[in-house]
């Protein structure tokens, strides 16, 4: 469904990825871990075609992302939604109009289906007594809601959540994770989920890899963060807890 191959970024001179290779099987939720400017939203970045691989290959749905040309990407696009680290909702637009956005923008349905998917969409993430608020008088989890909304609209096979409970109280990032396996359940979508939160990552996650140095580093079922693997711990901040120090 999704395989980076050897995948290497640099921006300028600044490596990034360094050999990065993991795979996502359908209907899988992929959970990736990282310290911060590990290079998480970047690998997503290149699923969708926004960064391309300075070497190595990313295959998503069969199609060489690297190499693809801007058809084959657009179209491919259109077959994956993603929710983006800090919401990036339209502030002029209300929840609805914010929501209708990828359909409008793409494709040609009728408006009765458009209304039809968007009702549904926003109803899924409890919003709809709110859709006629911009987003300037939503609380975070709200805006983060109308995100993955918009992300489902298209009815996409892959989703891609970019940090989707950060900011969070638990109760509403509890709730999130329970969209995220409902999408995966109900709609057998695969899911890539970038996040620091560990509950989350235990729910939400079928496997789970940590990058460190631009590549996967370790990878596993949720039991691996409970592990006494070096990776994991250095990755929890284990290894720098002062009486560690020697
Ligand atoms: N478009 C860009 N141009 C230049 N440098 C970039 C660009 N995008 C990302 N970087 C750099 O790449 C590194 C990885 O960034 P990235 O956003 O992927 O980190 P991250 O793991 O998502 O971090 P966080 O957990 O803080 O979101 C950072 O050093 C960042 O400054
Ligand atoms: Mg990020």
Known sequence: ???????????????????????????????????????????????????????????????????????????????????????????WLNVYDNVALPLRETRSLPEAEVKERVEEAIKLVWLWSDREKLPSELSGGMRKRVGLA????????????DEPTAGLDPAMSLQIDHLILDM???????????????????????????ISGGRIDVEGDPGILDSRDPCVLRFLGHGSIPGDVR
């Open 1 to 91: 469904m999704i395989e980076f191959r050897d995948v290497h970024k640099s921006f300028g001179d600044r490596p990034v990825l360094q050999g990065l290779s993991f795979h996502v099987r359908k209907g899988e939720s992929y959970v990736i871990m990282g310290p911060s400017g590990s290079g998480k939203s970047t690998t997503l970045l290149h699923m969708v075609g926004v960064h391309r691989a300075d070497r190595g290959r990313v295959l998503v749905q069969g199609i060489d992302v690297a190499d693809a040309g801007i058809e084959e990407l657009t179209a491919l696009r259109q077959r994956i939604g993603m929710v983006f680290q800090g919401g990036a909702l339209l502030n």
């Open 150 to 161: 918009r992300a489902i609209v298209t009815r996409p096979e892959i989703i891609l959540y």
């Open 184 to 210: 995966k359940r109900r709609l057998g979508v695969t899911s890539v989920v970038v996040t620091h939160d560990i509950p989350c990552a235990t729910r939400v996650g079928d496997r789970i890899g940590i």
